[in-house]
Structure formats: structure tokens, C-alpha cells
């Protein structure tokens, strides 16, 4: 593992991992890489119950990790990488809050309402592979870490947890091993921290709102691919194999 963002979600997490997977610190870990492979939720459930973690199997195959959920075991991640270079992304801490209850924050601790509407959105997902009917405990579990049972939606309360988080780390990792950083920045201030040159590609923004809510509707209507399509598939593959056993029954006889 060489970097560790240890920033909360919506914080630019998403377009920096495209920055460092430019910048060939990738393979890069974020939130989506679960949505790609629903099997590392069990991974990450092991680490919400307090069981022993493996580290290196949850991130096989990755260089650096941003975003949740990893960013909820920054110090687990600190202490067994410390040779990790550690990146804090923040941003407007009142600004931060109501773009998460736009997006992330929706499907925890919302009224029914909310809640019924989001988990109807994801029954596809479900349907698409069952494995996912783990994430919002698990993520749920993961956000207790930050926000103990307190109301994620009260803004009040929610900002004074940002905040202390980032103190939290400004206190606790060495000033030379931490950026402190705003995507806005670009490439400059990255760079200098990593060490390598400027890119001549222009540096991503990635997963604003719109971008969010689009990327969510991806998911479902693929989902919805998989869950009409499959029995078909299911179906051929019988329809294969029963050839196959009659095509081999009949060479023997």
C-alpha cells in the first residue's frame, strides 16, 4: 500500500483516485470497487464485527485505497502501512454534509420514507447478485465508527464529527507523511507531495452530484440487465449441456 486517503466520502475521493491511478499509484481502492466485486464485502464485515483483518487480502491487487470504507480504519491502515504516504481531502465542512445527504447518506437513519424509496432502488442490485444485500449493514456498521448512533443528518452534529476527524489526523500522522488537500488544487500540490512530475492530461473531477446520481442509475439498470438475462443464460447453458450428453450417449452406443 504506498497511499492512503483517509478523507471522508464526498470529499473528492472519487477524482482522486483517477489522479493517482494517472499518476501509476493505481490499481486505486475506492467504494465502487465493491459494487465491481460484491465479494469483498465479506472482508469488510469481519473488520466492522472487531474480528482480526487481513489486510492484504482485502486490498490484493491494489496500490493505494480512498473513500469509504477504508477511510473508517485510517489508523488500522496508518500503523500497517507505515510507509504509506497518507492524503486527507476536505472540503467545506456545511457544503460536505449536504451534498452526503444527497447521495451516500440517503439509505442511513433517513425517515421511512427515504428509506423505503432507496431500498426499492436497489432490489435490482440485490436480484443482480445477493451478496450486495450486506452493503448498507455493513456500511452502516462502517459509519457507527465515525458517528456512533448520533443523527448523520443533523448537520450540527455531522460537522463537528468532520471536523474532529480531520484534527484527529492532523494530530496523529507525522506532518511529512500528510496532505491535507483540496482536489481543487490539481496536480501541483499532489505531485509535490508524491514526488513526480505534473501530468499534461487535465486533472479529473470526478462524482459530483450529477455525476453520483448517474452512476447509481448505471448500476440498477445493469443490474436489471443481469436479473432479465440471466435465467436465458441459464437456460442455454441446459440446453448445452443436454446436447452435449446426447451428442456423448450417442457416440456410445
Not at 8 to 19: I, M, N
Not at 34 to 53: F, M, Q
Request: a positive charge; proline letters at 6%; charged letters at 25%.
Amino acid at each position: 500500500m504506498e497511499v492512503i486517503g483517509v478523507g471522508f466520502g464526498r470529499t473528492g475521493t472519487a477524482s482522486l483516485k483517477q489522479a493517482l491511478d494517472i499518476l501509476g499509484y493505481g490499481p486505486t481502492y475506492h467504494t465502487r470497487e465493491i459494487l465491481k466485486d460484491p465479494g469483498r464485502l465479506a472482508g469488510w464485515r469481519r473488520a466492522v464485527d472487531g474480528e482480526p483483518v487481513d489486510w492484504n487480502a482485502i486490498f490484493d491487487g491494489y496500490r493505494s485505497t480512498v473513500d469509504w470504507p477504508a477511510a473508517a480504519f485510517w489508523r488500522e491502515l496508518v500503523d500497517r502501512y507505515p510507509e504509506a504516504k497518507i492524503i486527507l481531502t476536505v472540503r467545506d465542512p456545511v457544503q460536505w454534509h449536504r451534498s452526503c445527504m444527497r447521495t451516500i447518506f440517503m439509505a442511513y437513519r433517513q425517515g421511512r420514507v427515504s428509506r423505503t424509496m432507496v431500498a426499492l432502488m436497489q432490489i435490482p442490485l440485490r436480484l443482480a447478485d445477493r451478496r450486495l444485500a450486506a452493503f448498507n449493514p455493513i456500511f452502516d456498521g462502517v459509519f457507527r465508527r465515525h458517528f456512533g448512533d448520533g443523527p448523520i443528518h443533523d448537520e450540527k452534529y455531522a460537522v463537528e464529527v468532520f471536523e474532529k476527524h480531520v484534527r484527529d489526523v492532523i494530530d496523529t500522522v507525522p506532518a511529512e507523511k500528510l496532505l491535507v488537500y483540496r482536489p481543487a488544487e490539481g496536480w501541483p500540490t499532489l505531485c509535490k507531495f508524491l514526488g513526480v512530475g505534473v501530468p499534461i492530461v487535465a486533472f479529473p473531477h470526478d462524482n459530483d452530484q450529477q455525476a453520483f446520481q448517474q452512476q447509481s442509475r448505471l448500476h440498477v439498470t445493469r443490474a436489471l440487465g443481469r436479473v432479465v438475462t440471466e435465467p436465458v443464460r441459464r437456460f442455454g447453458n441446459w440446453v448445452s449441456r443436454r446436447r452435449d450428453r446426447d451428442k456423448a450417449a450417442g457416440q456410445l452406443r
